[in-house]
């Protein structure tokens, strides 16, 4: 029978699909797994279902090149080294779709959050710091009518625009390609980058995290957005340069920032933590019992495809198999 190791305790549903076809080993310690610890663990396997926190290389890779499969519980794959994997004829996989509303949904809470300072004034209270209303205390910014920036619009951008529909915002969005949904639903506008960051009230990111995306919001492009905007990023952390936001943030560059995800998980360039007009949340994006348990079974549906010698559903380099 072949074997699987699964380096995070993922939730049950897909463990007990896998175990009906393999033998199964879990890493049911919490946090992330050492690379030692993963080294050690995948020698004698046939796949792997790793998390984002993995950094899946050809170092692993040439370790068991018994491993058949890299199946990743996450839509992002910045962790996974695909080129290598399909040179090696190994194939990857990850879980798109799944995911796409929670994560769109996690957006709009930090989006909310930090226009109507919401965690601010949680604070306030529970710490009884509060002493009766006031006219002019915790102001925020308006989001109805307002305009919204999706920085690459592929599924999840996508999701979090139309969710914008409520607010009657103007949606503009910019990106690799023409979104003709979005275009028709929303009438939105395909602007450069630049345009985009000046004319928007909620700049939101959406990119795949990659050597082009890498900073693609740093001390210029802050520097371009208007100083009543928010930055919300449910993306990939390095996409913006976190020091330079911080700054933007400390000056008032801009009006505030909700960020689910970090330059350094689980670290954070130091002052942000300091900083009020922030929302910060611990990349919880797709994290809802529903998604969390679709991801276990998608990510153990396209490791059982694999091994079994199909192609599996989300695969990410077909081509490994030319
Ligand atoms: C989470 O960050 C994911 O890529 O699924």
Same mark, same amino acid.
């Given at each position: 029978?072949? @074997? +699987?190791?699964? $380096?995070? *305790?993922?939730?049950?549903?897909?463990?007990?699909?896998?175990?009906?076809?393999?033998?199964?080993?879990?890493?049911?310690?919490?946090?992330?797994?050492?690379?030692?610890?993963?080294?050690?663990? &995948?020698?004698?396997?046939?796949?792997?279902?790793? @998390?984002? $926190?993995?950094?899946?290389?050809?170092?692993?890779?040439?370790?068991?090149?018994?491993?058949? *499969?890299?199946?990743?519980?996450? +839509?992002?794959?910045?962790?996974?080294?695909?080129?290598?994997?399909?040179?090696?004829?190994?194939? *990857?996989?990850?879980?798109?779709? =799944?995911?796409?509303? #929670?994560?769109?949904?996690?957006?709009?809470?930090?989006?909310?959050?930090?226009?109507?300072?919401? +965690?601010?004034?949680?604070? &306030?209270?529970?710490?009884?710091?509060?002493?009766?209303?006031?006219?002019?205390?915790?102001?925020?910014?308006?989001?109805?009518?307002? $305009?919204? /920036?999706?920085?690459?619009?592929?599924? &999840?951008? $996508? @999701?979090?625009?139309?969710?914008?529909?409520?607010?009657?915002?103007? =949606?503009?969005? #910019? /990106?690799?390609?023409?979104?003709?949904?979005?275009?028709?639903?929303?009438?939105?506008?395909? =602007?450069?980058?630049?345009?985009?960051?000046?004319?928007?009230?909620?700049?939101?990111?959406?990119?795949?995290? @990659?050597?082009?995306?890498?900073?693609?919001?740093?001390?210029?492009?802050?520097?371009?957005?208007?100083?009543?905007?928010?930055? &919300?990023?449910?993306?990939?952390?390095? =996409?913006?340069?976190?020091?330079?936001?911080?700054?933007?943030?400390?000056?008032?560059?801009?009006?505030?920032?909700?960020?689910?995800?970090?330059?350094?998980?689980?670290?954070?360039?130091?002052?942000?933590?300091?900083?009020?007009?922030? +929302?910060?949340?611990?990349?919880?994006?797709?994290?809802?019992?529903?998604?969390?348990?679709?991801?276990?079974?998608?990510?153990? #549906?396209?490791?059982?495809?694999?091994?079994? /010698?199909?192609?599996?559903?989300?695969?990410?380099?077909?081509?490994?198999?030319?």
């Amino acid at each position: 029978m072949k @074997s +699987v190791y699964i $380096t995070r *305790c993922i939730p049950q549903v897909g463990i007990d699909l896998l175990a009906q076809h393999f033998n199964v080993r879990v890493n049911e310690r919490p946090g992330k797994l050492t690379r030692q610890a993963l080294l050690e663990n &995948i020698k004698d396997v046939d796949g792997v279902l790793s @998390s984002g $926190t993995d950094k899946i290389d050809a170092e692993l890779m040439d370790l068991n090149p018994g491993i058949r *499969c890299f199946s990743n519980y996450a +839509v992002g794959f910045d962790n996974m080294d695909v080129a290598a994997a399909t040179h090696r004829r190994v194939l *990857c996989t990850n879980t798109p779709d =799944v995911l796409t509303d #929670s994560t769109a949904e996690m957006a709009w809470a930090l989006l909310m959050a930090v226009a109507r300072r919401v +965690v601010e004034s949680d604070r &306030i209270m529970r710490t009884r710091q509060w002493v009766g209303w006031e006219p002019q205390e915790f102001l925020g910014g308006d989001i109805t009518g307002k $305009t919204l /920036g999706v920085i690459g619009a592929g599924r &999840i951008g $996508t @999701s979090i625009a139309m969710k914008s529909r409520g607010f009657d915002m103007e =949606v503009l969005y #910019s /990106g690799r390609r023409h979104n003709p949904e979005l275009e028709a639903k929303l009438n939105a506008r395909f =602007v450069d980058m630049d345009t985009l960051l000046q004319s928007s009230d909620f700049v939101s990111l959406s990119v795949a995290l @990659s050597a082009q995306t890498h900073h693609l919001i740093g001390a210029r492009e802050l520097a371009l957005m208007k100083s009543t905007a928010y930055l &919300i990023n449910t993306a990939r952390g390095p =996409v913006i340069d976190e020091a330079a936001l911080v700054e933007a943030l400390k000056s008032k560059q801009i009006a505030g920032a909700g960020l689910d995800v970090y330059e350094f998980e689980p670290d954070m360039v130091e002052g942000l933590e300091l900083l009020e007009n922030t +929302v910060l949340t611990t990349h919880i994006g797709s994290a809802t019992h529903a998604t969390r348990n679709a991801m276990a079974v998608k990510a153990a #549906s396209n490791l059982i495809a694999a091994l079994n /010698g199909d192609m599996p559903p989300d695969c990410l380099n077909p081509q490994a198999l030319d």
